[in-house]
């Protein structure tokens, strides 16, 4: 989902060029790996050039100091086994989630082009930021795919006061031929915690119902909320809530890692193992339908997505789309950079 929702962002813009470069020399400073540094740079300038600011560049700081703590694992040494015809387990030996995840869905389409689908559980891994990165990579690579991973615990459960759940995320990503992937990114949670921190250094009000403060009381002050609520609010947060629990299921109990409300929380000169776990879901249209009935449909559907009537007059757009719009938008104007991060990479 793009932070282009929340209004104008009045920050100074900088080229995607320098701030790639800012980014990866901080996490290779703090102790990452080339490998490491390079996969973690491009997830959060997937995130940042796509709109998705609480994901983006402003994660790099709360990165290196984990890698500073020791809390994550600068230079990790992957483990891949494959368990079946179409299936793989990654041990992410606790490293930056971003490797471990490209490296899950590289593996996992490397699997749907020999059996139909390829499914890949990484277990050991920490934070890998948007989701959608490592879908859009496997759409990239011309398959349907899906990446999921629990989180600590943020989220109260639906008529729950305390944390449980983490936020979540469910990504999927089609390819389209001759056109850019059908792309959706969305956490479990109405919203991500990393949105109350980056609604914090902008100084804004949060939307109504999407947060709460420690005693479980709904608020808008961004230095006052601690809990998030489950996607769908007061009334209707059990579906929220029970999408979190399936990606608890798929991302933890699947693959061996620690459920989200047992997971020690990263940051905060915490040094004690961050535990989480990934899974990436890769299927091959072509052993399906076939590919070219597969974008003859996907075509048929879109088509038909974007013609059909609108309330407000704006066009309908397909999931993505809102996110194409801002890549076009940021590459001509640059890509704007909250005042906490524009310090940390030295960039005011």
Same mark, same amino acid.
């Given at each position: 989902?793009?932070?282009?929702?929340?209004?104008?962002?009045?920050?100074?813009?900088?080229?995607?060029?320098?701030?790639?470069?800012?980014?990866?020399?901080?996490?290779?400073?703090?102790?990452?790996?080339?490998?490491?540094?390079?996969?973690?740079?491009?997830?959060?300038?997937?995130?940042?050039?796509?709109?998705?600011?609480?994901?983006?560049?402003?994660?790099?700081? +709360?990165?290196?100091?984990?890698?500073? %703590?020791?809390?994550?694992?600068?230079?990790?040494?992957?483990?891949?086994?494959?368990?079946?015809?179409?299936?793989?387990?990654?041990?992410? *030996?606790?490293?930056?989630?971003?490797?471990?995840?490209?490296?899950?869905?590289?593996? !996992?389409?490397?699997?749907?082009?020999?059996?139909?689908?390829?499914?890949?559980?990484?277990?050991?891994?920490?934070?890998?930021?948007?989701?959608?990165?490592?879908?859009?990579?496997?759409?990239? !690579?011309?398959?349907?795919?899906?990446?999921?991973?629990?989180?600590?615990?943020?989220?109260?459960?639906?008529?729950?006061?305390?944390?449980?759940?983490?936020?979540?995320?469910?990504?999927?990503?089609?390819?389209?031929?001759?056109?850019?992937?059908?792309?959706?990114?969305?956490? %479990?949670?109405?919203?991500?915690?990393?949105?109350?921190?980056?609604?914090?250094?902008?100084?804004?009000?949060?939307?109504?119902?999407?947060?709460?403060?420690?005693?479980?009381?709904?608020?808008?002050?961004?230095?006052?909320?601690?809990?998030?609520?489950?996607?769908?609010?007061?009334?209707?947060?059990?579906?929220?809530?029970?999408?979190?629990?399936?990606?608890?299921?798929?991302?933890?109990?699947?693959?061996?890692?620690?459920?989200?409300?047992?997971? !020690?929380?990263?940051? *905060?000169?915490?040094?004690?193992?961050?535990?989480?776990?990934? +899974?990436?879901? !890769?299927?091959?249209?072509?052993? +399906?339908?076939?590919?070219?009935?597969?974008?003859?449909?996907?075509?048929?559907?879109?088509?038909?997505?974007?013609? %059909?009537?609108?309330?407000?007059?704006?066009?309908?757009?397909?999931?993505? *789309?809102?996110?194409?719009?801002?890549?076009?938008?940021?590459?001509?104007?640059?890509?704007?950079?909250?005042?906490?991060?524009?310090?940390?990479?030295?960039?005011?």
């Amino acid at each position: 989902m793009s932070d282009a929702s929340i209004g104008p962002v009045k920050s100074p813009r900088f080229p995607a060029e320098l701030l790639q470069k800012r980014v990866h020399l901080a996490l290779r400073d703090a102790g990452a790996d080339e490998a490491s540094a390079a996969a973690a740079t491009r997830a959060l300038m997937h995130a940042s050039r796509l709109g998705i600011d609480s994901h983006g560049v402003r994660l790099a700081s +709360f990165y290196a100091e984990c890698l500073r %703590s020791g809390q994550i694992n600068g230079t990790p040494a992957f483990k891949l086994q494959r368990t079946a015809a179409a299936s793989a387990m990654l041990d992410a *030996d606790h490293g930056l989630g971003h490797a471990a995840a490209y490296r899950g869905m590289e593996e !996992a389409c490397r699997i749907a082009r020999e059996s139909g689908v390829g499914a890949v559980g990484i277990a050991h891994s920490t934070h890998y930021g948007a989701a959608g990165a490592y879908a859009l990579a496997g759409a990239e !690579a011309g398959l349907i795919a899906i990446s999921t991973t629990n989180a600590d615990s943020l989220v109260a459960l639906y008529g729950g006061k305390t944390r449980f759940h983490g936020t979540n995320p469910i990504a999927a990503a089609a390819p389209v031929r001759d056109s850019k992937p059908w792309l959706l990114d969305m956490a %479990s949670s109405a919203i991500p915690y990393n949105r109350i921190l980056l609604y914090r250094s902008l100084q804004r009000e949060l939307p109504a119902d999407v947060t709460a403060d420690i005693d479980g009381e709904p608020t808008r002050d961004p230095h006052r909320a601690e809990i998030l609520t489950p996607l769908g609010g007061l009334d209707f947060g059990f579906k929220g809530a029970g999408l979190a629990g399936l990606v608890t299921i798929l991302s933890a109990v699947l693959t061996g890692a620690t459920p989200d409300h047992l997971v !020690a929380p990263m940051g *905060d000169g915490n040094v004690k193992p961050h535990d989480i776990g990934h +899974f990436c879901l !890769a299927i091959d249209p072509a052993r +399906f339908v076939g590919r070219e009935a597969y974008d003859g449909l996907m075509a048929q559907y879109l088509a038909g997505l974007r013609a %059909s009537p609108a309330k407000t007059g704006e066009p309908v757009l397909a999931p993505g *789309d809102r996110e194409w719009l801002t890549l076009a938008e940021r590459s001509r104007t640059g890509i704007p950079v909250d005042p906490d991060t524009a310090r940390f990479l030295e960039l005011a």
